[in-house]
């Protein structure tokens, strides 16, 4: 209850923002409300049922996620994404690769993290573990837990998500926001799942798995499929920077 009053305290100041623009556009209020309550119901899900979603589905989701804009429509994302049994076959090799093997990603790991970028870190770190049982400092359990990111956390599908290597730091930024847009999508279909970063470690694996050309940059996974609501992994909800943090104004208000 305390999480939910927080959402929506957070939200009221969209809402009134929203309401003069509502005005003049009835329509543009509800909307943004159906926007806001999907985004606000969003979460990364680590603990899925072995049902398999309808292909149709998938395609659905990714056609509504392609709509995003991008520099010059390059239009640079590809996503190759497993079937079920294809799912628990790929998941055997990422986790045998991950005891077995050093990460060797397309992209670089994040220098550091420093400030509120570290404490929004450690804080959602201290949430995933609490909710699971893992006492702090507790580092044999807690590393547990981070190998469930190479068993997909068990959803029955993964997506994995490439970008043209040509287009660079701006096709990669155009793929940032078809992720996040294919997550959305997939909440608003009743679809939970999350991006991992950790599965694209192992780029060579995944090249060889999915034959993925060296002219793709592999950026991430997500995971997917229908959430397994009576976990406690999936019961805890990441908190959100304040208006003043996001938002810098230029000039006088009106």
């Given at each position: 209850r305390a999480e939910r009053g927080l959402a929506v305290k957070r939200l009221r100041p969209m809402r009134q923002a929203a309401s003069f623009g509502a005005e003049r556009n009835p329509a543009m209020h509800a909307d943004l409300d159906t926007l806001e309550a999907i985004l606000t119901r969003r979460h990364s899900s680590r603990a899925f049922l072995p049902d398999a979603v309808p292909d149709e589905v998938i395609e659905?989701?990714?056609?509504?996620?392609?709509?995003?804009?991008?520099?010059?429509?390059?239009?640079?994302?590809?996503?190759?994404?497993?079937?079920?049994e294809e799912t628990d076959r790929f998941r055997e090799k990422l986790y045998a690769t991950a005891l077995s093997t050093s990460s060797q990603p397309d992209l670089d790991w994040p220098k550091q993290y420093t400030g509120a970028y570290l404490d929004r870190r450690r804080t959602c770190g201290f949430q995933l573990y609490d909710a699971v049982g893992i006492p702090?400092?507790?580092?044999?359990?807690?590393?547990?837990?981070?190998?469930?990111?190479?068993?997909?956390f068990g959803a029955p599908h993964v997506a994995i998500v490439t970008s043209e290597a040509d287009l660079g730091t701006y096709g990669i930024m155009d793929a940032g926001g078809f992720i996040a847009m294919w997550t959305v999508a997939a909440e608003a279909a009743g679809i939970a799942s999350v991006p991992q970063a950790a599965v694209a470690a192992f780029s060579p694996l995944l090249r060889e798995e999915f034959d993925i050309p060296e002219h793709r940059k592999i950026l991430c996974a997500i995971s997917f499929g229908y959430e397994d609501k009576s976990h406690p992994v999936n019961a805890f909800r990441t908190e959100r920077a304040t208006i003043d943090e996001v938002l810098v104004w230029t000039g006088k208000k009106l």
């Open positions: 659905r989701i990714t056609l509504a996620a392609s709509r995003v804009p991008s520099w010059c429509n390059a239009q640079p994302w590809q996503v190759h994404v497993t079937r079920k702090k400092g507790d580092r044999a359990a807690s590393g547990k837990q981070m190998l469930e990111n190479y068993r997909l």
